[in-house]
C-alpha cells in the first residue's frame, strides 16, 4: 500500500516536472524572441551563476560560403535558442542550416533562418550540432554565437557566449557594410576636434 503510494507520488511528479517544461513553447522560442532571448516563462528568472555550458564551435574564423559547426557542451539541455551576432546589435547573421532531429531553425523579423531552437522537450546533448552558414552581404570583423539555454523549465541561462570568430582576411566586403575601424576612428576624432575648437 504504502509502497504504491510512493510510486504514485513519483509518476505524479515526474508528470508534472514533464507538464511543467512543456508547458511555454515545448515546439520552440516563437519569433518574438529572436531580440530579448528570454523565454518568457512568467515569474522565472534567469540563472546568475555561471553558465555550465559552453558553446564549441569549429573554426575560430569565417569566410563566405564556409560553414560553421555549433555544439552546445555540457549536461544535457531541453531548450535553445542559438544566434549569431556581432557587437552593439541585436540583428541576427548568417543563416542556420538543415537542423537536426529535435531543433528547428526560426525566422526572425528580417531573417528568414536567423536562429535555431528546439522542436520539442526532449534532452539534447553535445552530439546535437547546429551548422552555420556565415552571412553574405555584411561581414563584421568579429562575429559570436549567444544562446538562451534551458536544463527544464524553470532553469535557464541567458547570454551564454561562444569565443569570437574573427572575419577571414580572404573575405571581402560588399561596399559600405562595414567602414574600416581606421576610417571610423579618424572621423570621430575629427568630430572631436571641431567640437573643441
Ligand atoms: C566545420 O564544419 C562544417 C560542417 O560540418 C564543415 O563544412 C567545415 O568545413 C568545418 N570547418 C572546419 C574548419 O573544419
Ligand atoms: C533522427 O530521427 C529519426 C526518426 O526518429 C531516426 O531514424 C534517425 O536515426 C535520427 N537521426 C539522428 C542523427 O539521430
Redesign the pocket.
Known sequence: MFRMCLRDVATLFTLTTLLKVSIEFPTGAPTSACETMMPGHPGVVPQSSPSPYIIK???SSYTKG????VQIIGPGYRGILLESRTFRSTATLGTW?QPVNNTKVLSCPENSRGAMTHSNIILKTQAT?Y?WMPPETVCPNIIFFIATIAEGYDTYWLGVRSSFIWRDSSVTCSNGTTVPWISSVSVMLLLLLLLLF
Open positions: 564551435t569549429n573554426s564556409n560553414p560553421i559547426q542550416l550540432t551548422t
